[in-house]
């Protein structure tokens, strides 16, 4: 059994807490949350943070609640936010919030003496009327109170809604229903949560005098400075229609040398034992302790096979070791995935069931510029078909090559990889 806190330490996943926090969860077991509004589609690896808070909360004999915004997503959560935030339609909300339900149904144990729980707040609000909830939650803290929290304060120039300035509140109560019905008496967030969530413990110690605790993880970085989980094309999804699965393995496998001791502690589920010897055997070689993380990663949050499959996909477009039964074994979506990070060419369903020269094809797809190119790219032997090198000006290429009746792979040199794709 894990000690929670001290996990957190040695992870450097620990920000701040309450006092008497670590004391409480030493001497009993404890039903804590984390809320989450499904502002998004899918989940993110930045809230995958979160989410690895809940699993080591639950592996240290403790019962996570997760709390899904049906009803906060609706408002929008102003911390550290440099704008007012689009509203979402109910509808966006409601699709979005089952969706993610799913995705966290993966990553904790739904039984057992420690299964965690899924509540959605909406169903503390939709049966309250305004008045009702201005006298029984709007009463509970003061305007100078709010304010003087830095969710609030750093929104003030810019400019803050009514509707963003009452998400405190939304969440306070949140807290304190939660409390009274689970008797959850923990709140665990990023460390821009640390307002909000401080509220909540004053909103269950003023209303009905209980003790209430508060941890908070820091925000994750990169190296650079910039913030977790964004790149070029946005966010890093945990839904492979948003990120695929390979370019989920990939990003792990590209990180900066330099965050890898940080993503290594926020992410694995090894111990500390076996992190300390991981980095110590390779201490030289940044790129395969990144091959392992990234590994682990791709099959909890995805799965074995996929695993499988992007591995196999990288062998072929990056490893030395890939030969013809490397491509024959792939199934059609690997041959998509090469065809979205490699140069894809088009000819048509005609031209190869007829069968086409091989000095043709390099021409008409502009692989070599010319059939002079051509020729003596084959003679100097640098071109090949599906891994076979092609010794012959006068091979034709014929539907007999295709990879599941739509692909064939061409390479010129051992850098420059094509992927020749047939069309109607």
Same mark, same amino acid.
């Given at each position: 059994m894990l000690n929670f806190i001290e996990e957190l330490r040695w992870r450097g996943m620990l920000h701040d807490m309450t006092p008497g926090a670590d004391e409480l969860m030493q001497n009993k077991k404890v039903v804590g949350y984390i809320g989450f509004d499904p502002t998004a589609p899918s989940m993110t690896i930045g809230n995958f943070v979160q989410i690895m808070l809940l699993k080591l909360f639950q592996l240290s004999g403790h019962q996570p609640i997760v709390l899904m915004g049906g009803a906060t997503g609706r408002i929008g959560d102003p911390s550290f936010k440099d704008k007012e935030r689009d509203l979402k339609s109910y509808d966006e909300l409601d699709s979005n %919030?089952?969706?993610? +339900?799913?995705? =966290?149904?993966?990553?904790?144990?739904?039984?057992?003496?420690n299964a965690a729980i899924i509540v959605n707040n909406l169903d503390f609000y939709k049966n309250m009327n305004i008045l009702d909830f201005l006298r029984?939650?709007?009463?509970?803290?003061?305007?100078?109170?709010?304010?003087s929290k830095d969710s609030v304060k750093n929104r003030l120039e810019t400019g803050l809604s009514f509707t963003e300035f009452s998400y405190q509140l939304l969440q306070s109560y949140d807290f304190q229903l939660l409390f009274d019905q689970y008797n959850c008496v923990l709140q665990m967030g990023g460390s821009d949560q640390w307002g909000n969530i401080t509220s909540g413990t004053e909103f269950i110690r003023r209303?009905?005098?209980?003790?209430?605790?508060?941890?908070?993880?820091?925000? %994750?970085?990169?190296?650079? /400075?910039?913030?977790?989980?964004?790149?070029?094309?946005? $966010? &890093?999804?945990?839904?492979?229609?948003?990120?695929s699965p390979y370019k989920f393995y990939q990003f792990w496998l590209n990180a900066d040398d330099a965050d890898l001791p940080k993503y290594l502690r926020y992410f694995t589920l090894k111990s500390k034992e076996e992190v300390e010897n991981l980095e110590q055997t390779y201490g030289n070689d940044p790129r395969g302790l990144k091959a =392992?993380?990234?590994?682990?990663?791709?099959?909890?949050?995805?799965?074995?096979?996929?695993?499988?499959?992007?591995?196999?996909?990288?062998?072929?477009?990056?490893g030395n070791q890939a030969g013809p039964d490397t491509l024959l074994e792939m199934g059609i979506n690997e041959l998509h995935t090469i065809a979205e990070? &490699?140069?894809?060419?088009?000819?048509?369903?005609?031209? &190869?069931?007829?069968?086409? $020269? &091989?000095?043709?094809?390099?021409?008409?797809?502009?692989?070599?510029?010319? +059939?002079?190119?051509?020729? +003596?790219?084959?003679? /100097? $032997? @640098?071109?090949?078909?599906?891994?076979?090198k092609v010794t012959?000006?006068?091979?034709?290429?014929?539907? @007999?090559?295709?990879?599941?009746?739509?692909?064939?792979?061409?390479? $010129?040199?051992?850098?420059?990889?094509?992927?020749? +794709?047939?069309?109607d």
């Amino acid at each position: 059994m894990l000690n929670f806190i001290e996990e957190l330490r040695w992870r450097g996943m620990l920000h701040d807490m309450t006092p008497g926090a670590d004391e409480l969860m030493q001497n009993k077991k404890v039903v804590g949350y984390i809320g989450f509004d499904p502002t998004a589609p899918s989940m993110t690896i930045g809230n995958f943070v979160q989410i690895m808070l809940l699993k080591l909360f639950q592996l240290s004999g403790h019962q996570p609640i997760v709390l899904m915004g049906g009803a906060t997503g609706r408002i929008g959560d102003p911390s550290f936010k440099d704008k007012e935030r689009d509203l979402k339609s109910y509808d966006e909300l409601d699709s979005n %919030l089952s969706f993610q +339900k799913e995705q =966290i149904k993966k990553f904790l144990d739904f039984e057992g003496p420690n299964a965690a729980i899924i509540v959605n707040n909406l169903d503390f609000y939709k049966n309250m009327n305004i008045l009702d909830f201005l006298r029984d939650v709007g009463k509970t803290l003061t305007i100078s109170y709010m304010m003087s929290k830095d969710s609030v304060k750093n929104r003030l120039e810019t400019g803050l809604s009514f509707t963003e300035f009452s998400y405190q509140l939304l969440q306070s109560y949140d807290f304190q229903l939660l409390f009274d019905q689970y008797n959850c008496v923990l709140q665990m967030g990023g460390s821009d949560q640390w307002g909000n969530i401080t509220s909540g413990t004053e909103f269950i110690r003023r209303n009905i005098d209980g003790k209430a605790y508060a941890v908070t993880t820091p925000l %994750l970085t990169k190296a650079d /400075g910039s913030k977790f989980g964004k790149s070029e094309q946005g $966010n &890093i999804w945990l839904d492979p229609k948003l990120t695929s699965p390979y370019k989920f393995y990939q990003f792990w496998l590209n990180a900066d040398d330099a965050d890898l001791p940080k993503y290594l502690r926020y992410f694995t589920l090894k111990s500390k034992e076996e992190v300390e010897n991981l980095e110590q055997t390779y201490g030289n070689d940044p790129r395969g302790l990144k091959a =392992i993380l990234a590994e682990e990663l791709t099959r909890r949050v995805h799965s074995d096979d996929d695993f499988k499959a992007v591995f196999q996909v990288s062998q072929l477009l990056f490893g030395n070791q890939a030969g013809p039964d490397t491509l024959l074994e792939m199934g059609i979506n690997e041959l998509h995935t090469i065809a979205e990070e &490699i140069p894809c060419k088009a000819i048509s369903a005609s031209d &190869i069931s007829q069968g086409i $020269n &091989i000095v043709d094809l390099l021409t008409v797809t502009t692989i070599l510029p010319s +059939k002079t190119e051509a020729r +003596k790219a084959i003679q /100097g $032997n @640098a071109i090949s078909i599906n891994k076979v090198k092609v010794t012959q000006v006068e091979q034709m290429v014929t539907s @007999a090559d295709l990879l599941h009746n739509m692909y064939f792979m061409i390479e $010129n040199g051992k850098k420059n990889k094509f992927l020749i +794709k047939i069309q109607d």
